[in-house]
């Protein structure tokens, strides 16, 4: 079965990575920019120029498109944020990226709720969707102040994910008619509890958040998507979950 990761840091894999992705049945993946503690602008604008170019197409030959996501994830914000905001804006308008991502609370600063204020903004503004980090503490507390300042940037949400969602954030997320992205990794959502809760994570977008930096696993979906067939749940569903879902709201 086809399989779309919606959420990695692919760049960050070797190749033989890729092809093991690809074998594995990924065909169609998503690419965050993130640079950890970049402190200029234009170090943020060499990583998307470096993500649509060089790694889009170091990727593509592994057989699985590519769709990139541009934005300041909130461990890399520079201090001249205002510089960087406008080289997202470039890649947008430009069609190089597909999307804003990934962006976010993670201390649940002022500062960050800022720079997070501005770029779903520019999601409205480009009609694009936008892949939000939830942080591993005060998760809760993070989607509420998420949904507040997408309200005040008028984000539709349809186009607002709200990413590494698992049981005790997707109700929200949920009720307030927001996408919910669920990253597989552990102490976060396994298998299991997927397959458990399958009512609340159907209309989810599956993705594995691999990073070389980060416990992540690069198969994480198609483990999971094995796991659904060994279960039991219906191809139809595990085709929407682990698929479809993502084409339609990142509209490829
Ligand atoms: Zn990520």
Redesign the pocket.
């Known amino acids: 079965m086809d399989v779309f990761d919606s959420?990695?840091?692919a760049n960050t894999m070797q190749n033989s990575v890729l092809e093991l992705m690809n074998v594995a049945g990924v065909t169609e993946l998503a690419v965050?920019s993130?640079v950890p503690l970049a402190k200029n602008p234009e170090t943020l604008r060499d990583h998307f120029e470096e993500l649509c170019t060089f790694q889009k197409e170091r990727i593509e030959k592994y057989g699985m498109e590519v769709h990139v996501f541009v934005g300041i994830?909130p461990l890399c914000i520079p201090e001249n944020w205002k510089k960087a905001i406008e080289f997202v804006e470039e890649f947008l308008a430009e069609d190089m990226a597909t999307g804003i991502g990934?962006v976010g609370l993670h201390f649940l600063n002022e500062g960050e709720e800022e720079v997070l204020l501005h770029q779903l903004k520019l999601a409205k503004e480009y009609s694009v969707p936008v892949i939000v980090?939830t942080p591993p503490v005060n998760r809760i507390d993070a989607v509420e102040r998420t949904l507040k300042i997408a309200e005040k940037a008028k984000v539709n949400f349809d186009n607002l994910v709200i990413?590494h969602t698992s049981i005790d954030t997707i109700g929200i997320v949920k009720e307030n008619n927001a996408i919910a992205g669920v990253?597989i990794k552990p102490g976060l959502v396994t298998p299991e509890t997927i397959v458990e809760n399958l009512d609340d994570f159907e209309d989810c977008l599956l993705n594995s958040?691999c990073?070389n930096v980060t416990d992540t696993d690069p198969l994480a979906v198609p483990k999971t998507v094995r796991y659904m067939m060994r279960e039991g749940i219906e191809k139809k569903t595990i085709k929407k979950m682990c698929f479809n879902n993502a084409k339609k709201v990142y509209k490829v």
């Open positions: 959420h990695t840091h965050c993130f994830h990934e980090h990413d990253s958040d990073a």
